[in-house]
């Protein structure tokens, strides 16, 4: 199955909860989970035909809650799943450290793009480059120390220039370091998940996989 390309709004809706997968402009704009706190389709307010969810219900559902806020597929988020479960510490967290470390994430992080979405496309038209080096992977895994920026030729572009002026707003991340001037930035360490700004219980998708 393709990426989904209908509206963000929606998938917010079905999960019941803000995914900012609009980046600024959610913070913005009236938001339909608020306007209309049900799920999307013929049914969505049918709250009689509606049972208690399950626990597999509510594992699937934080799956697909932090596969779409990352806008990963199904197979990278298992590929990402398979690749953590090998490591030492906590399965979640490493999860959830694999994919704030992507490219796209990076990107999106340093305030170089309003969002995921846009931040793919960014990396994939070469508009980035990794110690010097285009990389056009938006999953590529960003490792310590690796300098990220913004190619020079490419610098002048508005979508960059805005995101870079509502990003500044924003609270830092302490993880990574950003130089506005240079249009670049560093990942300093990997991060903890006390870090990481994402309301999600990741153990659910730990035993989700576990089965």
């Known amino acids: ?83 953590v479960n090998k490591m030492a510490g906590i399965t979640g967290h490493n999860l959830l450290a694999a994919l704030e470390s992507r490219l796209d994430n990076i990107v999106y992080r340093m305030g170089f793009a309003p969002s995921r979405k846009a931040a793919r496309q960014i990396v994939r038209h070469r508009h980035v480059e990794i110690n010097g080096k285009a990389v056009d992977v938006p999953s590529y895994l960003v490792k310590p120390g690796e300098e990220v920026r913004v190619r020079p030729k490419s610098r002048e572009q508005a979508a960059i220039l805005t995101a870079m002026d509502q990003s500044s707003r924003g609270a830092p991340l302490s993880w990574i370091a950003v130089d506005r001037d240079t249009f670049s930035g560093r990942m300093l360490e990997r991060p903890g998940r006390h870090d990481i700004p994402i309301a999600a219980q990741e153990q659910l998708i730990v035993e989700l996989y576990s089965k």
């Open 1 to 83: 199955m393709g990426r989904y390309t209908g509206p963000s709004c929606r998938q917010c809706r079905r999960e019941g909860t803000k995914l900012f997968l609009k980046g600024i402009k959610c913070f913005t704009e009236k938001c339909p989970v608020e306007r209309r706190p049900f799920p999307p389709g013929q049914h969505g307010q049918n709250t009689g035909r509606r049972r208690k969810a399950s626990e597999y219900s509510r594992q699937l559902r934080e799956k697909q809650k932090v596969k779409r806020i990352y806008g990963v597929s199904e197979q990278q988020f298992r590929n990402t799943f398979e690749r």
